[in-house]
T-cell receptor
């Protein structure tokens, strides 16, 4: 089975711009979660989607949004980028949204905001 | 509220020696506990998880973790460290009693010297 794929792998943007990141989960997985990883804040949960519905949301401003499509692929969008949004954005998929399900992570998208 | 703590930013061990990476957690209900490893410029890889049952959980790459309910700990262990084990390790917890999000610890950098 192919793993979780994320595109693009690297991205450079300037302040005020917006960005869209994409995640393709493992085939058959219906749950997708997004995380932000920074040296200062560590790994922080952004949101979780299951069957096109947002099931959980972390403590991030409304500039961060996401969606999931019928084929389980997911996108996250960050509008009005700030320098502090520079981070590694990780996507994880699992077959259900059950609490015991193991999440499998993609390689991440590294975003640099200048 | 749930939380997880990794009290050591870095652990240094000589190759061939046993290693322990510490993790303590706090949840209102019963926990699901996870360990992940992150190699440079890579996403997270699942190592092992505790759901219920035996307190000693065996995982990938020869790692194991011991669940201790009274001490609310879930320390990661390996009997004989390899240089290739050098990486960043994350402990994570999810509250079994609610559809809560997964919370990650701050990470522990494991360095194995030859």
């Amino acid at each position: 089975k192919a793993g979780v794929t994320q595109t693009p792998r690297y991205l450079i943007k300037t302040r005020g711009q917006q960005v869209t990141l994409s995640c393709s989960p493992i085939s058959g997985h219906r749950s997708v979660s997004w995380y932000q990883q920074t040296p200062g804040q560590g790994l922080q949960f952004l949101f979780e989607y299951f069957s096109e519905t947002q099931r959980n949301k972390g403590n991030f401003p409304g500039r961060f949004s996401g969606r999931q499509f019928s084929n389980s692929r997911s996108e996250m969008n960050v509008s009005t980028l700030e320098l502090g949004d520079s981070a590694l954005y990780l996507c994880a998929s699992s077959s259900t949204t059950g609490r015991q399900e193991t999440q499998y992570f993609g390689p991440g998208t590294r975003l640099l905001v200048l | 509220a749930q939380s997880v703590a990794q009290p050591e930013d870095q652990v240094n061990v000589a190759e061939g020696n046993p290693l322990t990476v510490k993790c303590t957690y706090s949840v209102s209900g019963n926990p699901y506990l996870f360990w992940y490893v992150q190699y440079p410029n890579r996403g997270l890889q699942f190592l092992l998880k505790y759901i219920t049952g035996d307190n000693l959980v065996k995982g990938s790459y020869g790692f194991e973790a011991e669940f201790n309910k009274s001490q609310t700990s879930f320390h990661l262990k390996k009997p004989s460290a390899l240089v290739s084990d050098s990486a960043l390790y994350f402990c994570a917890v999810r509250d079994i009693s609610s559809a809560s999000k997964i919370i990650f610890g701050s990470g522990t950098r494991l360095s194995i010297r030859p």
